[in-house]
């Protein structure tokens, strides 16, 4: 019963590199989010997917890159990384449903940006 | 626009007192909200929904249109309580899309 999966749990960057977060579902659920969390600043939308095939920005998108690769899927790709990207991403599903329904969370990846 | 305000960054209460984290949203339509829980370096779990009207771990929230809250309370706070909580809005424009407040860090002392 694993719900979401991501990976992977820690990862140090050296700015300018490139990195791809995973994260996978296995609740059939619709729409797909990732987040990221800073102190002071709670969970801020980065992009979403509100069904297979289809992605929209959230609040703060710079600097990020993602795909929908299937329904089970969601990756976030930072092409060129910064030490302001410095953060925990949570990656979340949903059944979708106008918000009506409860996100599930993973586990989060501590990213650290030197 | 959807919003969430959790005034309090940090709350504090001594074991077996009462607790209450305030949630205020903005919107429009009518909203479904939530309150999650993060303990420390775990994932975001939901706590509960105010379509569900239930309790869990002790705690309730009950949704107040009129003043537009949505305020989480417990009669007797434990130590295992001690938590981040976020409260959160959905029921608007995107599909599944939530709009969460900011947090509430819940320390509860013995």
């Known amino acids: 019963n694993a719900g979401v999966t991501q990976t992977p749990k820690f990862q140090v960057l050296k700015t300018g590199q490139s990195m791809t977060l995973q994260c996978a579902q296995d609740m059939n659920h619709n729409s797909m989010y990732w987040y990221r969390q800073d102190p002071g600043m709670g969970l801020r939308l980065i992009y979403y997917s509100a069904s297979e095939g289809t992605t929209d920005k959230g609040e703060v998108p710079n600097g990020y890159n993602v795909s929908r690769l299937n329904k089970r899927e969601f990756s976030l790709r930072l092409e060129s990384a910064a030490p302001s990207q410095t953060s925990v991403y949570f990656c979340?599903?949903?059944?979708?449903?106008?918000?009506?329904?409860?996100?599930?969370f993973g586990d989060g990846t501590r990213l650290s940006i030197l | 626009a959807q919003r969430v305000t959790q005034p309090e960054k940090l709350l504090s209460v001594f074991k077996g007192a009462p607790v209450e984290l305030k949630c205020n949203y903005s919107y429009s339509g009518s909203p479904e909200l939530f309150w999650y829980v993060q303990y420390s370096r775990q994932r975001l779990q939901l706590l509960l929904r105010h379509i569900s009207r239930e309790s869990i771990k002790g705690f309730t929230a009950d949704l107040n249109k009129g003043e537009t809250s949505f305020h989480l309370k417990k009669p007797f706070a434990q130590e295992e309580d001690s938590a981040m909580y976020y409260c959160a809005l959905g029921g608007g424009t995107s599909y599944g899309k939530l709009t969460f407040g900011q947090g509430t860090i819940l320390t509860v002392h013995p």
């Open positions: 979340a599903s949903s059944e979708g449903s106008r918000g009506r329904q409860p996100q599930h």
